[in-house]
């Protein structure tokens, strides 16, 4: 079994690369960064006696995207999963930031995900097998003041694989929602902020989140929540009023500031 991760050279990219490649599972992964790719593909085979593909390719470019829908469209070379991790957040008044960064955001986490599933479906659906993995986040359940476009990028993700979820399901093809909280990753690092001061108990590590990720997609869920304690925030931002918890999101952002 071949599986493609992106955004695989740190955080939960990584952790799905290594667990897939437990599984004895080949693996291609795809980032930006070569460097951080060899020096990933040389921890594996030394740790698990794997050989990874390694595919450096950045997915805000229309050319990066195309290199890897391409990669899964080869029908030498089949993919049976695909691992939709790459995405980055941005923070502050949306007014105040760069707008070209905020398309770069919306390009990575929804056009570039939407692409790539496509890219997937269209390979294994014929063949009445296979996998797509689309990691979202707890932050798509509710408005998302300092990170307007990142909860907006991920309620896009959240709606748009459980619908494809249930187109693919009886055409033998798995689509799973991963929607993990707080997550000991690089992710606040490259946001430009210092991580949010919530409680230790709400913090996960990559290995938690992708663990509960592959058990759900081995269960056939549509939706994996890392841990009961996101589960039941997710429950209850959903039936919160907005005006509630948009509001409460706002404080949370000015007192961590």
């Excluded at 089949?78 to 960064?101: C, H, R, W, Y």
């Excluded at 989140?209 to 269960?219: E, F, G, K």
Aim: charged share 25%; net charge neutral.
């Amino acid at each position: 079994m071949t599986a493609l991760v992106t955004g695989a050279s740190a955080g939960m990219g990584r952790e799905f690369a290594r667990q897939l490649s437990v599984r004895k599972h080949d693996v291609v992964l795809v980032a930006r960064d070569r460097e951080r790719l060899d020096a990933l593909a040389r921890d594996l085979e030394r740790a698990y006696g794997t050989k990874p593909e390694l595919l450096a390719a950045d997915l805000v470019t229309d050319g990066g995207i195309a290199a890897v829908e391409a990669r899964i469209a080869d029908g030498d070379r089949p993919v049976d999963m695909v691992v939709n991790n790459a995405g980055f957040s941005t923070f502050g008044q949306f007014s105040e930031l760069d707008i070209e960064k905020e398309t770069d955001e919306i390009r990575l986490n929804v056009l570039a995900l939407v692409r790539l599933t496509h890219a997937a479906l269209a390979v294994m659906e014929p063949r009445g097998d296979g996998a797509v993995v689309n990691v979202s986040s707890l932050a798509a359940y509710q408005p998302s003041p300092s990170g307007a476009t990142y909860g907006a990028t991920k309620a896009f993700v959240n709606s748009f694989t459980q619908a494809v979820h249930e187109e693919a399901r009886p055409r033998g093809v798995q689509v799973l929602l991963v929607c993990p909280g707080y997550t000991h990753t690089e992710f606040h690092e490259r946001a430009g902020l210092d991580a949010p001061g919530a409680p230790e108990f709400f913090w996960q590590t990559p290995e938690q989140v992708v663990t509960a990720a592959l058990r759900d997609l081995d269960r056939r869920r549509a939706v994996s929540f890392p841990g009961s304690l996101n589960r039941t925030l997710a429950a209850v931002a959903s039936v919160t009023p907005s005006g509630i918890t948009r509001r409460a999101a706002g404080l949370i952002v000015k007192r961590s500031q």
